[in-house]
């Protein structure tokens, strides 16, 4: 079927370093799904941080990016240089139809940012 | 940027009795959702409606939920009889119409069914 997983539940990293969190996806009744990442801060509902719908593109945004790659399944959120604000639960999600259509989740990542 | 409301944001309610969630969403947008969040485990689709129909539902979407968009108002999820399982973190969202239109999703009510 299709689905979507997150690999780590929680990430600590120390302000001002490097940021990866993992997604990979597997998506059998389509072959190029629309890739997404969301992001919830505290208190607040569920934001789009990026989105790529073209295997072999790049989204960014705030500084995260996030490579859609076909090969490996795979869609990683990275940051170079994390900071306190950035204190958040982390979605990946995938559509199979961009238009109008449902979306598939990751069990979400937390991030903690140690100052 | 333009907000989904929900209300209300915590709801305990004994099981059995019905219960209804409420969501107002951005005023120009057309297409609702609702997602559904046990604690601890990934969002989960539940319903999109279009139109004053339901255009697609998950195998969650228990014949006890029902949604309704009456005159343009709130949109609504109901469950009626409540169980225990229905506890969980119920996320409505809405979109345009527009080709590639995102999604808006409200902050969430927290149901608790005792």
């Known amino acids: 079927g299709d689905s979507v997983t997150q690999t780590e539940g929680q990430v600590t990293v120390s302000e001002s370093k490097s940021l990866i969190i993992n997604c990979t996806y597997s998506a059998t009744s389509i072959g190029y799904p629309n890739l997404f990442w969301y992001v919830r801060y505290p208190g607040e509902g569920l934001q789009l941080l990026l989105k790529?719908?073209?295997?072999?593109q790049k989204g960014s945004s705030r500084g995260f990016e996030a490579t859609y790659n076909k090969e490996a399944t795979s869609f990683h959120l990275q940051k170079a240089s994390v900071q306190e604000s950035d204190s958040a639960v982390y979605y990946c999600?995938?559509?199979?139809?961009?238009?109008?259509?449902?979306?598939?989740f990751g069990q979400g990542t937390k991030l903690s940012i140690k100052p | 940027g333009p907000k989904v409301l929900q209300i209300p944001s915590h709801q305990i309610i004994d099981m059995g009795q019905m219960v209804t969630l409420n969501c107002d969403p951005v005023s120009n947008h057309l297409y609702f959702y609702w997602y559904k969040q046990i604690l601890g485990q990934q969002m989960e689709f539940l319903v999109n409606?279009?139109?004053?129909?339901?255009?697609?539902k998950s195998k969650l979407f228990k014949d006890q939920f029902s949604v309704e968009r009456p005159d343009g108002s709130y949109f609504t999820l109901k469950i009626q009889p409540t169980a225990l399982e229905d506890s969980a973190v119920y996320f409505c969202?809405?979109?345009?119409?527009?080709?590639?239109?995102?999604?808006?999703f409200g902050s969430g009510t927290r149901l608790l069914v005792i």
């Open positions: 790529v719908i073209t295997a072999g």
């Open positions: 969202a809405s979109s345009s119409i527009l080709q590639n239109s995102d999604y808006t």
């Open positions: 409606f279009y139109n004053g129909k339901v255009m697609e």
């Open positions: 999600a995938l559509s199979l139809n961009y238009n109008q259509g449902k979306l598939i």
